[in-house]
């Protein structure tokens, strides 16, 4: 059954594109959105679908009125057609016919039909700005609501454990926690003179770093090995601008502030000269602008599934409070990071109470098996997540992550900790985001339909956390030296290890 669309600016700038909300959607499965909010933790909006619905029936007794209005002003026009009529062959009449002072009956009627013409006329434009008012609003509260959820997603906050890395069943962290001569990657950067908080801290602030030989060129050597395992892959590669306009930020499902008021995005300042011009921000992650890409165009179907992989520098504003979660390299507010991303067709569809969801999720499983193929040929222990309902962005109907165990963070992690953490994310966002970029898609068929495709979005390399990852996994206290992993050598000049200059 096609749904309808309506358009919507996600943002007052010229520039933005028009967002096309599907609320008959909503309208028709309101128990769906609000329990969907629920589960996510959208606490604020579980009963926004409500209010939609009360919103539509609002606008229809408008719209009702405005279609008698639309029905009386036809009626009033005919009968002044007539009264014209009657007017010019009453001007047949010999003259001598009419008596001094008499008033025409057709001259009354038509002043009053004049009259009433011109209320309604106000009438039909007081109703059509009701129902624009009604329209826009309905229109403003559906582009709030976040992605419907994938069956696959676990209820809740717990993640569910798909499998370990290496070896697929076995926890390999169990036999790791029983040496004692592990150490923190931000005390082996120092030792060996590679990671410079201090300095950092007196240049910009908490939450930024130097990374100093070898841990810069480990940077360099991580992004390319990164894009030539996605490059085999057949992804194509680009790179992106970081400062984006904030309405396309929005647009992807990332909002300036979160539900708790924190700010999230870095927003550039505009001169009063400027406060005309749209607004800019700093991209927190390139999924923003490799979305963008594809703002405002149809795609033909033949192009797809389109998959691009790109480095960018990423701008987090909300790095978090101190302690083991944000400790070193492990949460700051600019690094490094390679991102995948895809536009796919709708994959075989199924119904299920009124949602539309992918299966199977092919360049979803894609993106999964390259981050598993990067970090298991780093020699990470890792496990890959199938992420809760209440852990998903907005735009996301599924996410999987991929944790990496810190040995520091299990030992340091106060009351205890497992020392996983996230390295890695893949989402799927179904249309969220190609409805809100009027990104669509043009049919193989004669009648060449337009939809819109589905996205996905995968982090291929975030530099600083696997980083921080290879310092801790690739410490030898012996020799107070850092192993640097095979596949990473050929971007290392050959160099094997690394010690203290």
Same mark, same amino acid.
Request: glycine content about 6%; aromatic content about 6%.
């Given at each position: 059954?096609?749904?309808?669309?309506?358009? =919507?600016?996600?943002?007052? #700038?010229?520039?933005?594109?028009?967002?096309?909300?599907?609320?008959?959607?909503?309208?028709?499965?309101?128990?769906?959105?609000?329990?969907?909010?629920?589960?996510?933790?959208?606490?604020?909006?579980?009963?926004?679908?409500?209010?939609?619905?009360?919103?539509?029936?609002?606008?229809?007794?408008?719209? $009702?009125?405005?279609?008698?209005?639309?029905?009386?002003?036809?009626?009033?026009?005919?009968?002044?057609?007539?009264?014209?009529?009657?007017?010019?062959?009453?001007?047949?009449?010999?003259?001598?016919?009419? #008596?001094?002072?008499?008033?025409?009956?057709?001259?009354?009627?038509?002043?009053?039909?004049?009259?009433?013409?011109?209320?309604?006329?106000?009438?039909?434009?007081?109703?059509? =700005?009701?129902? $624009?008012?009604?329209?826009?609003?309905?229109?403003?509260?559906?582009?709030?609501?976040? $992605?419907?959820?994938?069956?696959?997603?676990?209820?809740?906050?717990?993640?569910?454990?798909?499998? *370990?890395?290496?070896? @697929?069943?076995?926890?390999?962290?169990?036999?790791?926690?029983?040496?004692?001569?592990?150490?923190?990657?931000?005390?082996?950067?120092?030792?060996?003179?590679?990671?410079?908080?201090?300095?950092?801290?007196?240049?910009?602030?908490?939450?930024?770093?130097?990374?100093?030989?070898?841990?810069? =060129?480990?940077?360099?050597?991580?992004?390319?090995?990164?894009?030539?395992?996605?490059?085999?892959?057949?992804?194509?590669?680009?790179?992106?601008?970081?400062?984006?306009?904030?309405?396309?930020?929005?647009?992807? @499902?990332?909002?300036?502030?979160?539900? $708790?008021?924190?700010?999230?995005? *870095?927003?550039?300042?505009?001169?009063?000269?400027?406060?005309?011009?749209?607004?800019?921000?700093?991209?927190?992650?390139?999924?923003?602008?490799?979305?963008?890409?594809?703002?405002?165009?149809?795609?033909?179907?033949?192009?797809?599934?389109?998959?691009?992989? @790109?480095?960018?520098? %990423?701008?987090?504003?909300?790095? @978090?409070?101190?302690?083991?979660?944000?400790?070193?390299? *492990?949460?700051?507010?600019?690094?490094?990071?390679?991102?995948?991303?895809?536009?796919?067709?709708?994959?075989?569809?199924?119904?299920?109470?009124?949602?539309?969801?992918?299966?199977?999720?092919?360049?979803?499983?894609?993106?999964?098996? !390259?981050?598993?193929?990067?970090?298991? #040929?780093?020699?990470?222990?890792?496990?890959?997540?199938?992420?809760?309902?209440?852990?998903?962005?907005?735009?996301? !109907?599924?996410?999987?992550? !991929?944790?990496?165990?810190?040995?520091?963070?299990?030992?340091?992690?106060?009351?205890?900790?497992?020392?996983?953490?996230?390295?890695?994310?893949?989402?799927? %966002?179904?249309?969220?985001?190609?409805?809100?970029?009027?990104?669509?898609?043009?049919?193989?068929?004669?009648?060449?339909?337009?939809?819109?495709?589905?996205?996905?979005?995968?982090?291929?390399?975030?530099?600083?956390?696997?980083?921080?990852?290879?310092?801790?996994?690739?410490?030898?206290?012996?020799?107070?030296?850092?192993? !640097?992993?095979?596949?990473?050598?050929?971007?290392?000049?050959?160099?094997?290890?690394?010690?203290?200059?």
């Amino acid at each position: 059954m096609a749904r309808s669309m309506h358009s =919507l600016p996600t943002e007052s #700038s010229p520039l933005a594109p028009k967002a096309f909300i599907d609320l008959k959607h909503i309208r028709t499965h309101p128990e769906l959105y609000s329990r969907n909010c629920a589960a996510r933790n959208y606490t604020n909006l579980i009963q926004t679908p409500y209010r939609i619905v009360e919103l539509f029936e609002s606008w229809k007794k408008w719209e $009702n009125d405005f279609r008698r209005l639309r029905e009386r002003r036809q009626d009033v026009q005919r009968q002044l057609g007539q009264s014209s009529s009657t007017d010019h062959n009453a001007g047949d009449v010999p003259s001598g016919d009419i #008596s001094l002072g008499d008033t025409s009956p057709t001259t009354d009627r038509r002043s009053q039909l004049l009259q009433e013409a011109s209320e309604i006329k106000e009438q039909l434009a007081g109703a059509a =700005l009701k129902q $624009n008012q009604l329209q826009t609003e309905m229109q403003t509260l559906a582009v709030q609501l976040p $992605n419907l959820t994938s069956g696959d997603t676990p209820l809740g906050d717990e993640p569910r454990v798909v499998r *370990y890395l290496p070896g @697929g069943s076995s926890d390999p962290s169990i036999s790791l926690q029983e040496r004692r001569d592990w150490r923190s990657h931000v005390d082996i950067g120092t030792e060996l003179d590679l990671l410079d908080f201090v300095s950092a801290s007196r240049t910009s602030g908490w939450g930024w770093y130097f990374l100093k030989d070898e841990a810069a =060129l480990l940077e360099q050597a991580l992004v390319r090995y990164a894009l030539d395992v996605g490059m085999r892959k057949g992804w194509r590669v680009v790179t992106p601008p970081s400062i984006v306009y904030t309405h396309l930020t929005q647009a992807c @499902g990332f909002q300036p502030r979160d539900q $708790n008021g924190e700010q999230q995005i *870095y927003s550039l300042h505009r001169s009063l000269e400027d406060q005309r011009k749209p607004e800019r921000s700093l991209a927190g992650t390139a999924e923003i602008p490799l979305a963008g890409m594809k703002a405002n165009v149809t795609m033909m179907a033949e192009e797809l599934p389109y998959k691009i992989i @790109g480095v960018s520098r %990423c701008y987090r504003a909300e790095a @978090g409070a101190r302690g083991v979660d944000t400790k070193g390299l *492990y949460r700051v507010h600019e690094f490094t990071k390679v991102e995948m991303f895809a536009w796919t067709l709708p994959e075989t569809e199924k119904e299920e109470e009124g949602i539309n969801t992918e299966s199977p999720p092919t360049v979803f499983n894609e993106m999964v098996t !390259i981050q598993s193929e990067i970090l298991e #040929s780093l020699g990470l222990p890792s496990r890959v997540l199938e992420m809760p309902s209440t852990d998903l962005g907005a735009s996301a !109907i599924r996410k999987q992550d !991929i944790e990496v165990w810190f040995p520091s963070r299990q030992r340091e992690h106060q009351n205890g900790g497992s020392g996983w953490g996230e390295v890695t994310s893949a989402s799927m %966002c179904s249309d969220y985001q190609t409805r809100r970029l009027a990104t669509r898609v043009k049919d193989r068929s004669s009648s060449g339909h337009l939809g819109f495709p589905h996205t996905v979005n995968g982090t291929a390399m975030a530099v600083p956390r696997v980083l921080a990852a290879l310092l801790e996994h690739g410490w030898d206290e012996k020799t107070r030296t850092v192993r !640097i992993p095979g596949v990473l050598r050929a971007y290392m000049s050959g160099q094997e290890v690394i010690r203290k200059r």
